[in-house]
C-alpha cells in the first residue's frame, strides 16, 4: 500500500499543481478560500516526507530540519520578548515559513512531470487564459479577484505554469508573451515592470541560449532592472517619493520602511520578533510596535484601520532582524548561484523570472506569503528537481 502510494507521486505533484491554479490563485478570493495555501503546504510536506523516507533518502531532510530549527527558534525568541500573543506569534510563523517549506517540499518529493502531465496542465494554463481574458473584458472592476493586483498576479502565475511545460519555439514565445499581456488590463505598473524584464529576459535568452552569471548578463541585467524600474516610475515615485510629503494615506508605505530599518538597529541582531511588523497577524493582532513607534496614527495603520500594514514584504524582515535578513538573502543567492551552475539555460530562466517577481512585488505587497507566492514557490521548487546532474538540489541549497 505504502509503496502504491509513493509510486503515485509524479501523477500527485502535476494534480496538485492543477489545483492549485484553480483553487490557490483563480478561485481563491471568489469562493473565500482562506488557508487552503496553508493546508497545501502541509498536505505537500507530510507526503513528501513520506516519500522521501520511503526511499531512504534521509539526505534531503536536513535543509528541511534546518528550516524548522530556525523558525522553532524565533517562535521561541517571539516568546521570551513578548513580541506579540502566542496565537499572533504562531499564526505569523505558519504564514512566514510556508513559501520555504513548499519549496523544500517539492525538493523533497523529487516528482517528474511526464510528456503527459505537461500537456494537461499545458491546457489547463490555456483555459485559464481564456478565464482571464473574459473577466479583464467584461469585469473592468475585478470583483471577481477582488482588487486588480489580485488579477495580474493570476495571470502572472498563468504564465509561469505554461513556461514550465512547454518548449521555448518562437511560435510558444510569441504565445507565452500573449498570455501574460492579459496582465495589461490590472493597469498596475509593478506588472508593467515585470512585463518589461520578461520580454527582454526572453529575447535574450533566446539569442544567446544561457542566463549563466557572467559579467555581460550582470550588465544585461542592470538595464533590464532599471527598465522595470522607469516603466513602473510613476508608482515608485508616488509611494516612496510623494509619500514622504504627504500626511495621509501615501505616507503610511514610506513610514513603514523607515520603522523597518530602525527596526534593525533597536533590535539589533535578532529583530522585533513575530507577528510585530508588516505581517498579517500583526494587524489581526495590533503589534505594539506601530504605537511605540508612532505609526497608529497614520491612515491605514491604525487599530481601527490596518489596511495598508501588509503592503509590502520588506518591513516584515525586520522581525527577523539583522540575522533573518542575512539568512534571506543568503537563500536567494544560493538559488541564483545553484541555477546558474547545475541548471539548464530554460530552468535558468524560470528561476530569473520568479526571482524579479517577488523583488517587484516585494515594494507594494507581501505576495511571497500569500496563496500565489505558495504557488510560485512549488514551481521553483520543480525546477530545482531538473537538475542535469541529478544530484539533489537540496543538496546544493
Same mark, same amino acid.
Given at each position: 500500500?505504502?509503496?502504491?502510494?509513493?509510486?503515485?507521486?509524479?501523477?500527485?505533484?502535476?494534480?496538485?499543481?492543477?489545483?492549485?491554479?484553480?483553487?490557490?490563485?483563480?478561485?481563491?478570493?471568489?469562493?473565500?478560500?482562506?488557508?487552503?495555501?496553508?493546508?497545501?503546504?502541509?498536505?505537500?510536506?507530510?507526503?513528501?516526507?513520506?516519500?522521501?523516507?520511503?526511499?531512504?533518502?534521509?539526505?534531503?531532510?536536513?535543509?528541511?530540519?534546518?528550516?524548522?530549527?530556525?523558525?522553532?527558534?524565533?517562535?521561541?525568541?517571539?516568546?521570551?520578548?513578548?513580541?506579540?500573543?502566542?496565537?499572533?506569534?504562531?499564526?505569523?510563523?505558519?504564514?512566514?515559513?510556508?513559501?520555504?517549506?513548499?519549496?523544500?517540499?517539492?525538493?523533497?518529493?523529487?516528482?517528474?512531470?511526464?510528456?503527459?502531465?505537461?500537456?494537461?496542465?499545458?491546457?489547463?494554463?490555456?483555459?485559464?487564459?481564456?478565464?482571464?481574458?473574459?473577466?479583464?473584458?467584461?469585469?473592468?472592476?475585478?470583483?471577481?479577484?477582488?482588487?486588480?493586483?489580485?488579477?495580474?498576479?493570476?495571470?502572472?502565475?498563468?504564465?509561469?505554469?505554461?513556461?514550465?511545460?512547454?518548449?521555448?519555439?518562437?511560435?510558444?514565445?510569441?504565445?507565452?508573451?500573449?498570455?501574460?499581456?492579459?496582465?495589461?488590463?490590472?493597469?498596475?505598473?509593478?506588472?508593467?515592470?515585470?512585463?518589461?524584464?520578461?520580454?527582454?529576459?526572453?529575447?535574450?535568452?533566446?539569442?544567446?541560449?544561457?542566463?549563466?552569471?557572467?559579467?555581460?548578463?550582470?550588465?544585461?541585467?542592470?538595464?533590464?532592472?532599471?527598465?522595470?524600474?522607469?516603466?513602473?516610475?510613476?508608482?515608485?515615485?508616488?509611494?516612496?517619493?510623494?509619500?514622504?510629503?504627504?500626511?495621509?494615506?501615501? $505616507?503610511?508605505?514610506?513610514?513603514? #520602511? *523607515? !520603522?523597518?530599518?530602525?527596526? @534593525?538597529?533597536?533590535?539589533?541582531? =535578532?529583530?522585533?520578533? %513575530?507577528?510585530?511588523?508588516?505581517?498579517?497577524?500583526?494587524?489581526?493582532?495590533?503589534?505594539?510596535?506601530?504605537?511605540?513607534?508612532?505609526?497608529?496614527?497614520?491612515?491605514?495603520?491604525?487599530?481601527?484601520?490596518?489596511?495598508?500594514?501588509?503592503?509590502?514584504?520588506?518591513?516584515?524582515?525586520?522581525?527577523?532582524?539583522?540575522?533573518?535578513?542575512?539568512?534571506?538573502? $543568503?537563500?536567494?543567492?544560493?538559488? #541564483? *548561484? !545553484?541555477?546558474?551552475?547545475? @541548471?539548464?539555460?530554460?530552468?535558468? =530562466?524560470?528561476?530569473? %523570472?520568479?526571482?524579479?517577481?517577488?523583488?517587484?512585488?516585494?515594494?507594494?505587497?507581501?505576495?511571497?506569503?500569500?496563496?500565489?507566492?505558495?504557488?510560485?514557490?512549488?514551481?521553483?521548487?520543480?525546477?530545482?528537481?531538473?537538475?542535469?546532474?541529478?544530484?539533489?538540489?537540496?543538496?546544493?541549497?
Amino acid at each position: 500500500m505504502l509503496s502504491q502510494i509513493v509510486g503515485f507521486k509524479h501523477q500527485f505533484f502535476s494534480f496538485f499543481l492543477a489545483f492549485g491554479l484553480i483553487f490557490g490563485v483563480i478561485l481563491y478570493e471568489r469562493l473565500d478560500l482562506n488557508y487552503t495555501d496553508e493546508l497545501m503546504a502541509c498536505i505537500l510536506f507530510f507526503y513528501a516526507s513520506l516519500v522521501a523516507w520511503k526511499e531512504h533518502r534521509y539526505q534531503d531532510f536536513k535543509p528541511v530540519l534546518l528550516l524548522i530549527s530556525i523558525f522553532i527558534f524565533y517562535i521561541l525568541y517571539s516568546f521570551c520578548i513578548h513580541a506579540n500573543t502566542p496565537a499572533a506569534i504562531l499564526s505569523d510563523a505558519v504564514c512566514e515559513i510556508k513559501p520555504f517549506l513548499a519549496f523544500y517540499a517539492v525538493i523533497l518529493l523529487s516528482p517528474k512531470l511526464s510528456a503527459r502531465d505537461n500537456s494537461m496542465l499545458t491546457i489547463l494554463g490555456l483555459i485559464a487564459s481564456c478565464f482571464l481574458l473574459i473577466i479583464g473584458l467584461v469585469d473592468t472592476h475585478f470583483n471577481f479577484f477582488v482588487h486588480y493586483s489580485r488579477y495580474a498576479t493570476g495571470v502572472i502565475c498563468t504564465f509561469l505554469l505554461l513556461l514550465l511545460c512547454c518548449n521555448y519555439s518562437w511560435k510558444n514565445v510569441m504565445l507565452l508573451l500573449l498570455v501574460l499581456s492579459l496582465g495589461f488590463f490590472s493597469t498596475r505598473s509593478k506588472f508593467y515592470g515585470f512585463w518589461t524584464v520578461t520580454v527582454l529576459l526572453l529575447t535574450y535568452f533566446k539569442y544567446t541560449g544561457s542566463l549563466r552569471m557572467k559579467w555581460s548578463f550582470f550588465f544585461f541585467l542592470l538595464f533590464v532592472l532599471c527598465m522595470a524600474a522607469w516603466v513602473a516610475r510613476e508608482k515608485i515615485i508616488i509611494y516612496y517619493v510623494d509619500g514622504m510629503l504627504s500626511s495621509r494615506e501615501m $505616507w503610511s508605505r514610506p513610514a513603514m #520602511l *523607515l !520603522t523597518s530599518l530602525q527596526i @534593525l538597529v533597536d533590535y539589533f541582531p =535578532l529583530g522585533s520578533g %513575530l507577528a510585530t511588523i508588516g505581517s498579517f497577524a500583526s494587524a489581526q493582532h495590533y503589534s505594539h510596535i506601530y504605537v511605540d513607534y508612532g505609526l497608529d496614527g497614520l491612515w491605514g495603520l491604525t487599530r481601527q484601520n490596518p489596511m495598508y500594514v501588509c503592503d509590502s514584504y520588506i518591513p516584515v524582515l525586520a522581525q527577523f532582524g539583522i540575522v533573518g535578513l542575512v539568512l534571506y538573502i $543568503w537563500f536567494w543567492a544560493k538559488i #541564483l *548561484l !545553484t541555477a546558474s551552475r547545475k @541548471l539548464l539555460p530554460r530552468w535558468q =530562466l524560470v528561476v530569473w %523570472l520568479i526571482f524579479i517577481f517577488f523583488l517587484i512585488e516585494a515594494v507594494a505587497d507581501t505576495t511571497f506569503t500569500h496563496n500565489r507566492g505558495l504557488f510560485v514557490m512549488l514551481i521553483l521548487g520543480y525546477v530545482f528537481t531538473q537538475q542535469s546532474s541529478h544530484s539533489h538540489a537540496s543538496a546544493q541549497l
